[in-house]
């Protein structure tokens, strides 16, 4: 691997880890972290080290591939969530054409037992018409418009979402009343999320596997405590070779990047 700093993208808790851990070993080395939103940024800037960079904004392929040539980097890493597909097949194309590797940090999955799964967002809103009940839809703003339209009745959804305002524009643009709104940033104890349960009174959760690191145990427990009907969306096939945190670590910190 060639000389030069390193650049993650993603915003998630795992590539914030990531980032700060190698910041704190590789204090000669510029890091840099692109996140989509100012959220995003927020959350770095806590605490955030001298030699941290970071590059806010979301990135279409060309522009993946303009910041990479342009910061001369190492190598990049995707820290995106294992569901964001479109940013991850960007940025591997982004790479290729700035001769860089792009590593992909694994996110651990969970067991999954007695969920009923769907293929994607509009499959699991039809699941969700065959069940009776308040839907605690946990699968984030992007989303959300679509499952509302497959399902019919935004009156029975409540989504948790992000606190920021393009989640709540989003919430808006799908009809959800502004009373069922849950903006919150996680991930969730089990005790938190048994209590948003109960207090709604929430007869199915919709969710995707985020893993241990999204707080996806948590969920399952209270849900299955509470006894609401869970449904998964699947997560879409492995990005290529994946490599867990230390792995990355060891690769990436190695004295003078080669």
Wanted: aromatic residues 4%; charged residues 25%.
């Amino acid at each position: 691997m060639k000389k030069g700093g390193l650049v993650i993208f993603g915003g998630t808790a795992e590539g914030r880890q990531l980032a700060l851990e190698l910041c704190r070993r590789c204090p000669e080395k510029e890091i840099w972290v692109s996140v989509a939103t100012g959220y995003g940024r927020v959350l770095l800037e806590e605490g955030r080290p001298e030699n941290l960079r970071l590059q806010e904004g979301r990135l279409e392929q060309r522009e993946m591939s303009a910041f990479l040539r342009q910061g001369g980097f190492a190598a990049a890493v995707d820290a995106t969530h294992p569901y964001a597909q479109e940013v991850s097949e960007n940025l591997r194309l982004a790479c290729q054409t700035a001769g860089i590797p792009c590593l992909v940090l694994r996110r651990e999955a969970t067991p999954l037992t007695g969920c009923r799964m769907a293929a994607d967002i509009r499959e699991a809103a039809q699941k969700c018409r065959e069940l009776p009940g308040p839907i605690l839809l946990t699968t984030g703003a992007k989303e959300l418009s679509a499952f509302c339209q497959e399902l019919g009745e935004p009156e029975r959804v409540f989504p948790r979402v992000l606190p920021m305002e393009e989640s709540l524009r989003q919430c808006r643009l799908a009809g959800i009343p502004a009373r069922q709104i849950v903006a919150m940033q996680g991930p969730f104890s089990r005790e938190l999320n048994l209590a948003l349960l109960r207090q709604l009174s929430i007869a199915i959760l919709v969710t995707k596997d985020g893993g241990p690191a999204g707080g996806m145990p948590e969920k399952l427990l209270a849900a299955q405590e509470h006894g609401a009907e869970i449904v998964v969306v699947r997560r879409p096939p492995a990005r290529g070779r994946e490599y867990e945190a230390e792995a990355l670590l060891e690769l990436l910190g190695k004295e003078g990047g080669e």
